[in-house]
């Protein structure tokens, strides 16, 4: 159950009583309403008792002890005002708490954000309620929101307030107030500007208890509301635990992947090492025969530069020299290819994108290209913390074009397999490292080419790549399944 749920059953328990046990040395409720009611004649107290409470109008049942009356036969009520904004003389120096319903905290008020003077007082009639009076919301969405008053108070006109007569425990009505506010709300509906009159809250029931009894179930209330509060700062945590979870598990799955402690090692697979000379014999002959470009010479790999331990059996390398960074392609102006911005590239850890329809002439100048096969990877912020990566398929023709924020990983070896480097590119080790690199005005922060091409990258056996993709994979799958907060 969720607190709020919780705090609502106390609520609904107390005011129906429930929540405390009935004393038969308790004067009746009644008896001491119907004192009540005389006092309130001798005085001349203006206004008329309101009619009783039919059987209809009570939403539920009561001990016999308890009498069902109407808010306004418990105290007078009176709305508030708001001073002529443009008489400066009505706030300037003002020392008489003028509340908002933006000021009712369902506790005991104790100041105010704005007050007004005297003058004010005096000239627009505003009330000055006392100490012990409750104070309850009528417009919008604070409707049913209150505050008992510690100070002397005045209120604007959003504002209603009850001077609650002897025999009544004002934080047993504010309690109640609390339980019926989804009630009061759902009266004030159906408006432009949702709100309760004054006549239509003095009018509603409220189920009143002795007053010994008003007591105990409010002693009993601020008995369990900490216990409840404790238990929603809980829920709170376990609420964020449950939406990071999902994340967090990916996060480790990756990061285990690429230091090799996802799936075995086999000894048949081979070593990375003799994968890397085959790699650059490939690429040696890729580079005579004019497909791919030399490029730039990378260094070596130090002992200093590596962030973690591997397996023997694996290599560091950096990922220019086994990848083709941004390769061009050249087709005939008229031949029909995929579209892809960005925005057609999906967050996180999926491997989904879309496209739309260009002819070749349209896109190929100011614009990236890829191909059938190739890994698409955000170079701008915050995409690239989004992990906006995917590998491309299903294009128009086999080839496309998008945003030059995208760099692109084509591979040229059989000996890696993509599908190993697009989860790479996903991990928390890849993405904190080339956060650590941005370049640019704030908000507009890339990753360069230089980065991606020296970025360190830990390199498995071709069979192992493929047996840590079908693991990745298959775990990626479960964290999908893995329920939200509340569903």
């Known amino acids: 159950m969720k607190a709020s749920n919780l705090k609502a059953s106390i609520l609904q328990l107390a005011v129906s009583g429930k929540l405390v046990a009935q004393d038969s040395n308790d004067e009746p409720a009644n008896v001491f309403l119907q004192r009540i009611q005389a006092e309130r004649k001798k005085a001349r107290v203006k206004g008329e008792v309101l009619p009783e409470v ?5 939403p539920f049942t009561t001990p016999a002890s308890w009498v069902w009356t109407r808010l306004g036969n418990i105290g007078t009520w009176s709305a508030g005002g708001t001073p002529s904004r443009t008489k400066t003389e009505y706030y300037f120096n003002g020392t008489i708490p003028w509340l908002k319903s933006g000021d009712l ?13 005297d003058l004010a007082t005096k000239e627009t009639r505003v009330p000055i309620n006392k100490i012990g009076s409750l104070v309850v919301a009528l417009y919008g969405a604070t409707i049913g929101k209150t505050g008992i008053l510690s100070i002397e108070a005045t209120t604007n006109q959003a504002c209603c307030v009850c001077n609650i007569y002897v025999g009544i425990d004002n934080r047993y009505l504010n309690y109640y107030i609390i339980s019926q506010r989804a009630s009061l709300k759902k009266s004030g509906a159906g408006r432009a500007q949702p709100n309760i009159s004054k006549e239509k809250l003095v009018a509603y029931p409220i189920p009143l208890p002795p007053l010994a009894e008003q007591h105990r ?13 404790a238990y929603d700062r809980e829920e709170q945590k376990l609420t964020a635990l449950e939406v990071e979870f999902p ?46 470009k030399k490029g730039k010479p990378l260094s070596p790999v130090s002992e200093e530069e590596k962030p973690f331990e591997i397996p023997v059996s694996w290599e560091w390398v950096r990922l220019g020299s086994i990848i083709e960074l941004n390769p061009r392609n050249k087709l005939d102006d008229g031949v029909e290819v995929s579209f892809i911005p960005m925005t057609l590239i999906d967050d996180g850890y999926s491997n989904h994108h879309s496209s ?3 002819k070749w002439k349209e896109v190929k100048s100011g614009f990236t290209h890829f191909r059938e096969g190739d890994l698409c990877l955000a170079k701008i912020t915050p ?22 924020e995208l760099h692109i990983l084509r591979s040229f070896s059989s000996g890696i397999d993509l599908q190993y480097v697009l989860w790479y590119v996903k991990c928390p080790f890849f993405i904190y490292k080339g956060m650590e690199t941005f370049t640019g005005t704030a908000g507009q922060e890339r ?20 047996r840590i993709v079908e693991r990745v994979e298959e775990l990626m799958g479960l964290c999908d399944r893995i329920p939200t907060h509340g569903k």
């Open 217 to 229: 179930i409010v002693a009993r209330i601020e008995e369990l509301m900490p216990l409840v509060e």
């Open 383 to 404: 995409c690239f913390q989004n992990k906006k990566s995917a590998i491309f398929a299903n294009l128009i023709n086999g080839y496309g074009a998008g945003t030059t």
């Open 447 to 466: 990753v360069s080419t230089d980065v991606i091409a020296n970025q360190l990258f830990p390199l498995p056996p071709l069979a192992e790549q493929r």
């Open 247 to 292: 994340g967090a598990l990916r996060q480790s799955i990756l990061q285990y992947a690429v230091e090799g402690k996802l799936v075995s090692q086999k000894t048949e697979d081979g070593t990375a090492a003799e994968l890397l000379a085959k790699i650059k014999k490939e690429r040696e002959g890729l580079v005579k025969a004019g497909k791919i």
């Open 356 to 358: 739309e329809s260009r």
């Open 54 to 58: 039919s059987e209809d109008e009570q």
């Open 105 to 117: 905290n369902d506790g005991f008020i104790t100041h105010s954000d704005e007050k007004i003077t």
